[in-house]
């Protein structure tokens, strides 16, 4: 996908989310769910403005940051190499964020549903892409596993992104499995595999680190 269409994809995105906020604001609580907690029982509000207008304009500061990344990377030829899949990511991420406020959204307007049930297959397909990414990610500074070993070697960076791609995957894959449990369960079926994995990936990269330097 070329940088240009996932632009105009994106803002029309975030433009639609502006939209349907502006629709429903005098149906909307002056104070709006903000935040489930691991019993998919509300725990956190805001004021109605942050509620509708928050989700979009981060989403619109991101998606900022992402164009600018590429440009301003030392190692940007790098990022060339796998920008096709660097800009779906940044379409699915956009998607989550505004499918996030959606069911905010909903919740406010009074639709009664298991927040866990609503958003992990969504965050589990979003894991699953980005084990996809970090298979085709090149060594840079902005975009993947970036450990001070895996930014000095080209064979680390490899190796450490092609056991990450999997671990991802996996990842992902519990954490469309805990909308299934809902409940604590699913906060541990998402949360584990994927800050275990991080942790494992930095341990690893610096263990193959050590091994190339000892092999010259």
């Not at 992402?66 to 800009?87: H, Y």
């Not at 965050?123 to 085709?136: D, E, K, P, S, T």
């Amino acid at each position: 996908m070329t940088t240009k269409l996932t632009s105009i994809i994106v803002l029309i995105l975030i433009g639609a989310a502006v939209i349907v906020g502006a629709l429903f604001w005098n149906q909307l609580p002056e104070q709006m769910a903000s935040h489930w907690n691991a019993n998919d029982e509300v725990d956190s509000y805001l004021p109605k403005f942050w509620g509708v207008w928050m989700m979009p304009l981060v989403t619109l500061g991101m998606f900022a940051l992402f164009l600018v990344i590429p440009s301003i990377d030392p190692l940007k030829a790098n990022i060339a190499q796998f920008r096709g899949v660097f800009n779906l990511f940044i379409l699915f991420i956009t998607a989550f964020m505004l499918y996030m406020h959606g069911l905010t959204l909903a919740w406010s307007l009074g639709y009664e549903f298991r927040m866990s049930a609503a958003m992990l297959p969504f965050m589990g397909i979003l894991f699953v892409f980005v084990g996809y990414m970090l298979r085709q990610a090149k060594r840079n500074w902005f975009i993947g596993i970036r450990t001070p070993w895996t930014l000095s070697s080209d064979t680390v960076w490899d190796k450490t992104h092609q056991l990450g791609s999997v671990l991802f995957i996996v990842s992902g894959a519990f954490a469309f499995l805990g909308a299934f449990f809902g409940g604590p369960t699913a906060m541990w079926l998402t949360l584990v595999p994927v800050i275990g994995s991080a942790l494992f990936l930095v341990i690893y990269s610096f263990v193959l680190y050590q091994r190339e330097m000892k092999g010259q």
